[in-house]
């Protein structure tokens, strides 16, 4: 039997009663676990009669272990009966257990809340081109110029910003050199930014094999403790400039770096991709303000243990990203003057936006019977196996083992919801002149 009670915001508490044949059973269970531990005095280990166990030791000495037998299916069964989403592991409260007796306990727990939809058919919504210009072309092939440059020594001359300089250099503070500070043969794009501010402007106008002592202030929020704020003079030796030399824009330079014959014709193609990206980033931001607007118009109350996640989920992705800059989560930390909680508090909002978009979208799937079909999980998990060169079967079977198929499916109907709320919306297109873009 089950009693089904609504606490504040989105936890519910269940009062589950356990029939007496199923705690005779699993007390039966419970005695056979843990009487294999049990030595008394005229019986061998393991032997000791449950009578004469529980007279020695009390009858609770099996009521753990019998809960940990009989709670996980009641509460299961519970879950099923009640059509409850549980979204986090129950808090049990153990009300009865005796012998003779059902079992009655309570679990509160915090569970998927009702979304009261607003309206999310025929949304307005403006869909904002930005137009794609001849110029736009231009710094695109400027770009493939720069990464198919190549370099040549400057026998002549100075070094002037975006030569490489390939230099020997070591640092001093107090005047002793520091740990790290010293290279031989270091190649240092001039006007990358990549040393200490008034670095590299210094060493415009040197000429190679000229020596020259470059001073620099390190930055108060420097990664070093050590020398954080701390002058330092650094002596550094040019031994060579090396030059960009770009490519022409020409025919030959169109049939080196792609499959077409002329120019001309890698213009056109470049255009055309350009103007696919811009679609793609117009129909994504589109995407995004119809959500927001049916997320808006939906009330639901957010349960705080899905914000969290999010919060966890978004720490997550930030430490990932500054592992790649060489850094940890502490010292950006430390560098930002903030604690954890301050840095979860600043990602609560967003947090709280996108859990409400989720639970809505989740509503609006359930209630227009959005469901992905064998077919097209199917499909899914083949693109997987085809970009990791494995057969169908192994990724699914991986996917299966690490419960990742509910996340495809859920995935597979969170784009066919939008798909839905986008070919529903009423839409306008206005497309920014070159004027008007930045």
């Not at 992905?372 to 494995?390: H, L, M, P, S, V």
Request: glycine fraction near 6%.
């Amino acid at each position: 039997m089950v009693k089904l009670e609504k606490i504040d915001g989105s936890k519910v508490e269940l009062e589950i009663e356990v029939e007496e044949e199923k705690l005779a059973d699993a007390l039966n269970k419970a005695y056979k676990k843990v009487v294999k531990n049990v030595s008394l005095h005229g019986f061998r280990k393991g032997k000791v009669p449950r009578p004469i166990l529980e007279s020695r030791f009390g009858p609770e000495i099996l009521y753990e272990d019998a809960l940990e037998i009989l709670v996980p299916d009641a509460y299961d069964k519970a879950v099923k009966e009640t059509g409850i989403e549980p979204l986090d592991t129950p808090q049990i409260d153990l009300i009865q257990m005796e012998k003779g007796k059902p079992v009655i306990f309570k679990a509160l727990v915090e569970v998927k809340p009702e979304v009261k939809l607003g309206e999310y058919r025929g949304v307005a919504a403006t869909k904002e081109l930005r137009e794609v210009t001849e110029a736009d072309v231009e710094k695109r092939l400027s770009q493939l110029q720069e990464q198919h440059a190549t370099l040549h020594v400057v026998e002549e001359g100075t070094l002037s910003k975006g030569d490489l300089a390939i230099i020997d250099f070591t640092g001093y503070t107090d005047g002793e050199p520091f740990d790290g500070g010293t290279a031989e043969g270091y190649s240092l794009e001039v006007g990358s930014g990549t040393f200490i501010g008034g670095f590299e402007e210094q060493l415009v106008g040197m000429k190679p094999g000229e020596e020259k002592d470059v001073e620099v202030t390190f930055p108060e929020d420097y990664q070093e403790e050590s020398l954080a704020g701390k002058p330092a003079v650094f002596k550094v030796k040019l031994n060579e400039i090396k030059r960009k030399k770009l490519p022409e824009l020409n025919d030959d330079f169109a049939r080196e770096i792609s499959e077409f014959d002329t120019l001309t014709e890698l213009k056109t193609d470049i255009l055309n991709k350009l103007k696919e990206q811009e679609e793609q980033r117009a129909k994504t931001l589109l995407e995004n303000k119809i959500v927001e607007q049916v997320a808006a118009a939906a009330e639901v109350e957010l349960p705080n243990v899905l914000v969290e996640r999010e919060i966890d989920r978004q720490l997550n992705e930030m430490e990932h990203y500054l592992r790649m800059q060489g850094l940890t989560l502490d010292k950006f930390l430390e560098v930002a003057q903030k604690s954890l909680s301050d840095l979860r508090e600043q990602y609560r909002d967003e947090a709280e936006q996108r859990v409400k978009a989720n639970l809505v979208l989740d509503a609006i799937i359930e209630k227009e019977g959005i469901v992905a079909t064998d077919e097209e999980i199917e499909e899914r998990i083949k693109k997987f196996a085809d970009n990791y060169g494995q057969d169908v079967q192994t990724i699914k079977d991986y996917f299966a083992a690490q419960g990742q198929l509910d996340v495809i499916h859920q995935e597979i109907c969170f784009r066919k919801v939008i798909d839905f709320l986008l070919a529903e919306a009423q839409i306008t297109t206005e497309t920014a002149s070159a004027q008007n873009q930045e």
